[in-house]
């Protein structure tokens, strides 16, 4: 039997960040098309040459996009909403960076309609990946784009690298989009048609396998999505490469038998989220049916434990042709550890990141293939860096435990109920009618970087860089008195990141220089790796709110980043349940918020927009983990009076079906993301009754567009028609801090101006 090695996709972004540079480059008039996509064909080049030398015998190719895999399927497809189409019809670079960006009406060629929003944007399943959410309309005509998988292919092939493209299946693409008066899978047999015209084109240029992937089949199937996929792997299987069906993020439980049964040629299945799995897929998958078994993390950096991998597969080995590979994408780890210079030693030893990982496939491939002799010495070493795991002090605290031990349920409750509540905080705040406020940071521009690099460097003494922090929190404090905001900010400008910034003053933390992995488009994020058991030593934001607060008689809100938000955005310890872990956080914050009312702070803003995104993907299990993450929440925010006021904010995900959840939270103002939706999540909210203050977002600030007064009004008389007046708040959708201020302040100007408008009527 023959074991080989398999990647399901490569980080995009390069081991430098290289893709974002160039598209920030492109974006700002800096380098034109042909640049940037000189830049992309080095970074896949780079990537297949990469794969190949680890020891990878499948690559992938069409696994890379300038800005969404979801997007570039729907471009592809011709699924282009009518406000984006230019005017002479063509589809090309700017009606997709329109498509993910929106446009200011400056951007000439991009639409023939001026200024537009961005397509609507969320989670990618359970991670904290952003996809472009596909759009149908009644009466749309699809129709094959620019076919990218094919050129990809083509251009591997030139290099004399046989890849096997990626290929988002059809059925979980029309499960991500949004109908506007249609049924999405009112489309099926059209969106076939064209995937059976693609995959003809493939096999026409020697393509002999294709991956396509349908996470979708991890998730509670119904009975339409059932026959869909019968439809469509019934037709696509007899359009010419053999099938790779992809599957990952879980297990496929119920939808095991329906899955082997389908007609192709390979199942990939994920033996790290469902490795319960396994023994029902052997007995449920033909011989005839290639098996990929995704056997090593593809979305956390923990190094494998080989020598259990290797006892687990070596019976099967001997009886069928086996792929392993990671279990998804690895996308969602960072490119390589080899570029960590300054990570402790001892922490290093334990981590594997997308190339490690790949080396791991091998390894396994060689002692499967040639006797665990043949790397013994490999084997030796990784059980020596497990064993230091489990006994390292670094990772356990029994102060930590005692005190995790000893939590109440009184410990998570507030003091009386929200009616009690927003009296007293009326009493105490003092606001007007539809307040107005921001999510928290403002631009951190070109300056801020700089400063905070020159004092990484040791360039800039810890005096000089305060005093700078401080002029800069100053100046945007007397801004937002100037422009009749509400309850202002401190604009978080000592602030790296809303998650690294607290990981760093939190025990059991490790962190970074290159380990960046993207989160949508050019923004990428360096996930802290949460590998120890969690304490807070001394208060992170006491100082920074009190010298804000010292400047305004206004309310400044204190900004923290909430438990389940800090857990969901890290790479986290796999060695004891999530929730241990998140409680261990909210018991942190918890001392910040108290340390926070104690210093006189009236309004403070606990962050969970990753609440939605741990969300178990099966809904039998949604009580279990909405249990510990709401108790987590509460137990962060619970320890203070009625009179302080606790804000939350989450952003860029489907809240309606947890929203009973969300009101369990006991939050007295939620700000959430609706300018993309135009209120439509409102009615979620209106029909469950929730109790607490809303702010709907009105300005949508992850693309570069500056909304007018009366857009944002419209937008909050939409709001009206779901919500009491009284309940509501107006602010921008999510922080500012990848925004510039020539973009923020028109925005911001404008959004107190439609409060005021609001007000009068």
Same mark, same amino acid.
């Given at each position: 039997?023959?074991?080989?090695?398999?990647?399901?996709?490569?980080?995009?972004?390069?081991?430098?960040?290289?893709?974002?540079?160039?598209?920030?480059?492109?974006?700002?008039?800096?380098?034109?098309?042909?640049?940037?996509?000189?830049?992309?064909?080095?970074?896949?080049?780079? +990537?297949?040459?990469?794969?190949?030398?680890?020891?990878?015998?499948?690559?992938?190719?069409?696994?890379?996009?300038?800005?969404?895999?979801?997007?570039?399927?729907?471009?592809?497809?011709?699924?282009?909403?009518?406000r984006y189409r230019s005017a002479d019809g063509e589809a090309g670079l700017a009606t997709y960076f329109a498509m993910a960006r929106g446009t200011t009406g400056d951007d000439h060629g991009a639409c023939s309609h001026g200024s537009v929003t961005a397509c609507e944007m969320t989670k990618w399943f359970d991670t904290n990946y952003?996809?472009?959410? @596909?759009?149908?309309?009644?009466?749309?005509?699809?129709?094959?784009? $620019?076919?990218?998988? !094919?050129?990809?292919?083509?251009?591997?092939?030139?290099?004399?690298?046989?890849?096997?493209?990626?290929?988002?299946?059809?059925?979980?693409?029309?499960?991500?989009?949004?109908?506007?008066?249609?049924?999405?899978?009112?489309?099926?047999?059209?969106?076939?048609?064209? =995937?059976?015209?693609?995959?003809?084109?493939?096999?026409?240029?020697?393509?002999? &396998?294709? #991956?396509?992937?349908?996470?979708?089949?991890?998730?509670?199937?119904?009975?339409?999505?059932?026959?869909?996929?019968?439809?469509?792997?019934?037709?696509?299987?007899?359009?010419?490469?053999?099938?790779?069906?992809?599957? =990952?993020?879980?297990?496929?439980?119920?939808?095991?038998?329906?899955?082997?049964?389908?007609?192709?040629?390979?199942?990939?299945?994920?033996?790290?989220?469902?490795?319960?799995?396994?023994?029902?897929?052997?007995?449920?998958?033909?011989?005839?049916?290639?098996?990929?078994?995704?056997v090593i993390d593809g979305r956390n950096v923990w190094l494998a434990d080989l020598d259990a991998l290797l006892a687990r597969i070596e019976p099967i080995a001997a009886t069928r042709d086996l792929v392993l590979a990671p279990s998804c994408s690895l996308l969602h780890v960072p490119v390589d550890l080899a570029l960590e210079k300054?990570?402790? @030693?001892?922490?290093?030893? &334990?981590?594997?990141?997308?190339?490690?990982?790949?080396?791991?496939?091998?390894?396994?491939?060689?002692?499967?293939?040639?006797?665990?002799?043949?790397?013994?010495?490999?084997?030796?070493?990784?059980?020596?860096?497990?064993?230091?795991?489990?006994?390292?002090?670094?990772?356990?605290?029994?102060? !930590?435990?005692?005190?995790?031990?000893?939590?109440?349920? +009184?410990?998570?409750?507030?003091?009386?109920?929200?009616?009690? $509540?927003?009296?007293?905080?009326?009493?105490?705040?003092?606001? @007007?009618?539809?307040?107005?406020?921001?999510?928290?940071?403002?631009?951190?521009?070109?300056?801020?970087?700089?400063?905070?690099?020159?004092?990484?460097?040791?360039?800039?003494?810890?005096?000089?860089?305060? +005093?700078?922090?401080?002029?800069?929190?100053?100046?945007?404090?007397?801004?937002?008195?100037?422009?009749?905001?509400?309850?202002?900010?401190?604009?978080?400008?000592?602030?790296?990141?809303?998650?690294? =910034?607290?990981?760093?003053?939190? %025990?059991?933390?490790?962190?970074?220089?290159?380990?960046?992995? #993207?989160?949508?488009?050019?923004?990428?994020?360096?996930?802290?790796?949460?590998?120890?058991?969690?304490?807070?030593?001394?208060?992170?934001?006491?100082?920074?709110?009190?010298?804000? #607060?010292?400047?305004?008689?206004?309310?400044?809100?204190?900004?923290?980043?909430?438990p389940v938000t800090i857990l969901n955005w890290s790479f986290v310890r796999d060695d004891q349940p999530r929730a241990e872990s998140c409680r261990q956080i909210a018991l942190a914050i918890r001392d910040e918020v108290t340390d926070l009312e104690a210093a006189g702070c009236k309004a403070i803003q606990i962050d969970e927009a990753?609440?939605?995104?741990?969300?178990?993907?099966? $809904?039998?299990?949604? *009580?279990?983990?909405?249990?510990?993450?709401?108790?987590?929440?509460?137990? %962060?925010? +619970?320890? !203070?009076?009625?009179?302080?006021?606790?804000?939350?904010?989450?952003?860029?995900?489907?809240?309606?079906?947890?929203?009973?959840?969300?009101? *369990?939270?006991?939050?007295?103002?939620? %700000?959430?993301?609706?300018?993309? %939706?135009?209120?439509?999540?409102?009615?979620?909210?209106?029909?469950?009754?929730?109790?607490? *203050?809303?702010?709907?977002?009105?300005?949508?600030?992850?693309?570069?567009?500056?909304?007018?007064?009366?857009?944002?009004?419209?937008?909050?008389?939409?709001?009206?028609?779901?919500?009491?007046?009284?309940?509501?708040? !107006?602010?921008?959708?999510?922080?500012?801090?990848?925004?510039?201020?020539?973009?923020?302040? @028109?925005?911001?100007?404008?959004?107190?101006?439609?409060? $005021?408008?609001?007000?009068?009527?």
């Amino acid at each position: 039997m023959t074991i080989t090695v398999a990647t399901l996709g490569f980080p995009r972004i390069g081991p430098r960040r290289e893709l974002k540079h160039a598209l920030e480059a492109h974006w700002a008039g800096k380098i034109g098309e042909a640049e940037l996509l000189d830049a992309a064909s080095g970074l896949r080049t780079a +990537a297949w040459a990469r794969q190949k030398a680890l020891g990878a015998d499948w690559l992938p190719s069409n696994d890379f996009s300038l800005y969404d895999h979801v997007l570039d399927t729907s471009v592809m497809l011709g699924a282009i909403p009518e406000r984006y189409r230019s005017a002479d019809g063509e589809a090309g670079l700017a009606t997709y960076f329109a498509m993910a960006r929106g446009t200011t009406g400056d951007d000439h060629g991009a639409c023939s309609h001026g200024s537009v929003t961005a397509c609507e944007m969320t989670k990618w399943f359970d991670t904290n990946y952003h996809y472009l959410v @596909p759009e149908l309309v009644a009466g749309q005509k699809l129709a094959l784009n $620019r076919l990218k998988i !094919v050129d990809e292919y083509r251009e591997a092939k030139a290099q004399r690298y046989e890849t096997r493209p990626v290929l988002l299946g059809p059925v979980t693409w029309l499960s991500l989009a949004k109908g506007r008066g249609v049924d999405p899978f009112d489309y099926l047999d059209e969106v076939l048609g064209l =995937y059976s015209v693609i995959l003809g084109h493939l096999a026409q240029v020697g393509a002999e &396998w294709v #991956q396509i992937d349908e996470p979708v089949l991890v998730l509670d199937l119904d009975d339409k999505q059932r026959r869909a996929l019968t439809r469509a792997y019934a037709r696509l299987s007899r359009s010419g490469p053999k099938l790779m069906l992809t599957t =990952y993020f879980g297990g496929l439980g119920e939808n095991l038998s329906f899955a082997a049964a389908l007609p192709v040629a390979g199942l990939h299945v994920d033996l790290v989220r469902a490795p319960e799995q396994l023994d029902a897929v052997l007995k449920a998958a033909p011989k005839s049916l290639l098996l990929s078994l995704g056997v090593i993390d593809g979305r956390n950096v923990w190094l494998a434990d080989l020598d259990a991998l290797l006892a687990r597969i070596e019976p099967i080995a001997a009886t069928r042709d086996l792929v392993l590979a990671p279990s998804c994408s690895l996308l969602h780890v960072p490119v390589d550890l080899a570029l960590e210079k300054k990570l402790d @030693p001892e922490v290093t030893q &334990w981590l594997a990141f997308a190339v490690q990982k790949i080396e791991e496939l091998a390894l396994l491939k060689r002692a499967l293939n040639n006797g665990r002799g043949s790397v013994a010495g490999e084997l030796a070493e990784a059980s020596q860096a497990a064993a230091s795991r489990k006994a390292s002090p670094q990772v356990h605290n029994p102060q !930590v435990r005692e005190r995790v031990a000893g939590v109440t349920a +009184a410990m998570e409750a507030r003091q009386s109920e929200i009616g009690v $509540r927003t009296a007293a905080q009326a009493a105490v705040l003092g606001l @007007p009618a539809f307040p107005t406020t921001t999510i928290g940071s403002f631009p951190q521009t070109g300056e801020v970087r700089n400063a905070r690099a020159r004092f990484n460097r040791g360039e800039l003494d810890a005096a000089a860089y305060e +005093a700078f922090l401080r002029e800069e929190t100053e100046r945007t404090i007397a801004w937002q008195e100037e422009i009749g905001l509400d309850m202002l900010v401190h604009g978080e400008f000592e602030r790296n990141d809303m998650v690294q =910034y607290f990981g760093e003053q939190l %025990s059991g933390f490790a962190f970074t220089i290159n380990g960046w992995v #993207q989160s949508y488009g050019s923004r990428c994020v360096r996930p802290p790796i949460l590998f120890g058991d969690v304490s807070r030593p001394k208060p992170m934001t006491v100082a920074w709110w009190r010298y804000a #607060q010292s400047l305004t008689e206004k309310p400044v809100k204190g900004m923290l980043t909430g438990p389940v938000t800090i857990l969901n955005w890290s790479f986290v310890r796999d060695d004891q349940p999530r929730a241990e872990s998140c409680r261990q956080i909210a018991l942190a914050i918890r001392d910040e918020v108290t340390d926070l009312e104690a210093a006189g702070c009236k309004a403070i803003q606990i962050d969970e927009a990753a609440l939605r995104e741990g969300l178990t993907l099966r $809904r039998k299990d949604w *009580a279990g983990y909405l249990d510990w993450a709401v108790a987590a929440f509460r137990l %962060s925010a +619970a320890g !203070v009076g009625d009179a302080t006021q606790i804000h939350t904010h989450m952003c860029y995900s489907e809240f309606n079906d947890i929203l009973p959840a969300i009101g *369990a939270m006991e939050a007295d103002v939620i %700000s959430i993301e609706t300018a993309r %939706s135009q209120m439509e999540l409102l009615e979620g909210f209106a029909a469950y009754r929730y109790p607490g *203050a809303i702010g709907p977002g009105v300005y949508d600030i992850h693309a570069p567009r500056v909304p007018g007064e009366a857009e944002m009004v419209s937008l909050m008389r939409l709001a009206q028609a779901h919500l009491r007046p009284e309940q509501l708040w !107006v602010n921008p959708d999510c922080g500012l801090k990848t925004r510039n201020w020539a973009e923020v302040k @028109p925005a911001i100007e404008g959004m107190v101006a439609a409060a $005021r408008t609001l007000r009068a009527g």
